[in-house]
């Protein structure tokens, strides 16, 4: 059998993360490699389950995004849309099911459903979140849902051509960006992209958290326009891209240009952050990587959601934490 090898790769999300903690950015991606493997030691183990519980947010989110990618492929596929009633139903379903999985079975040994060890806030300790925390994710995830129905994508997309709808998060996309004679694959989840009749491509990034600054997301953003442009030949001129917040705005379009110059910018910084973690792995390509040549974040505001705390003793330390909370009973929601 051939050995999977941990081979150097970009995401916009796993330079943020670098640029938070360095540290955490080695459990992620190095600390776990190969915890799967009947022979793996128990720490590495531990490490690799970690890296598959997810938190309350991307939990949720990721189930909303999973639902409207669904939606999207009965339009491409112009087959009728289900009423939002019963969408809903299934979305709040499948979190109910998933989250008493999460508070029977901590091993990571028997997933609910493909991709699902575990929700974070049932490991314990300060990760513990009370009962009522949870039913406000959850109404907003169904508002979330509801929004797309509801936002002003909806009519735009049932009008296009299938043939013009582009991306929809369905496939893992990636370009390769040379740097310092390594080529980098710099890897793209592009929630949904299509064209409309005057030949503008809209970018579409999906929200389910509350409305940011203008300017939140134009780094990610930037990314998209620079691989429509580099791999499929749309000038940056001819691309709109934005959020939609479906929980909050749905019905707003916030869709905007990108010049050309702040594609290059945001390219420049992501050159930046690419060099500065090969800098500290000892081989991109073998996947060789060494836990004391990533520094730990010198913030501890950064360090009160990571996973790998446990394994991380020289960590700084915040004023105070929140006590364990084992004896929640399984939320009503």
């Excluded at 370009?175 to 390594?182: C, H, N, T």
């Amino acid at each position: 059998m051939t050995r999977l090898v941990n081979s150097f790769s970009y995401s916009h999300s796993r330079g943020e993360l670098f640029r938070e903690c360095p540290r955490r950015y080695w459990f992620a991606r190095y600390g776990g490699w190969g915890g799967w493997e009947r022979s793996a030691d128990p720490v590495t183990r531990e490490i690799y389950r970690l890296t598959k519980l997810s938190n309350r947010y991307l939990w949720t989110g990721h189930h909303v995004h999973d639902r409207v990618e669904r939606l999207v492929a009965r339009i491409a596929e112009k087959g009728p849309l289900p009423p939002e009633e019963e969408e809903r139903k299934a979305l709040l379903d499948t979190l109910r099911r998933e989250y008493a999985h999460s508070r029977r079975d901590r091993s990571g040994q028997n997933p609910a459903r493909k991709g699902f060890w575990g929700l974070l806030e049932h490991e314990g300790r300060d990760f513990s979140i009370s009962d009522a925390e949870w039913k406000p994710l959850v109404d907003r995830a169904g508002e979330s849902l509801g929004g797309f129905y509801r936002s002003w994508v909806l009519p735009e997309l049932l009008a296009v051509d299938p043939s013009e709808i582009l991306d929809r998060d369905a496939e893992l996309r990636t370009a390769l960006l040379e740097v310092d004679g390594l080529e980098v694959p710099v890897h793209m989840k592009i929630d949904l992209a299509y064209r409309v009749s005057d030949g503008t491509v809209r970018v579409v990034d999906w929200k389910t958290g509350r409305p940011g600054s203008p300017d939140e997301h134009v780094s990610q953003l930037a990314l998209y326009a620079w691989y429509y442009g580099r791999e499929r030949g749309v000038p940056v001129d001819r691309i709109l891209l934005g959020p939609v917040y479906l929980a909050y705005r749905p019905e707003k379009a916030e869709l905007q240009s990108i010049s050309s110059g702040s594609v290059d910018a945001v390219l420049a910084e992501t050159l930046t952050t690419i060099r500065e973690i090969l800098s500290c792995i000892d081989d991109p390509v073998l996947g060789v990587a060494r836990k004391e040549r990533f520094p730990v974040t010198s913030r501890s505001f950064n360090c009160r959601d990571c996973p790998f705390r446990a394994f991380c003793p020289d960590r700084p330390r915040p004023p105070a934490s929140r006590s364990d909370d084992n004896a929640a009973e399984l939320a009503s929601f």
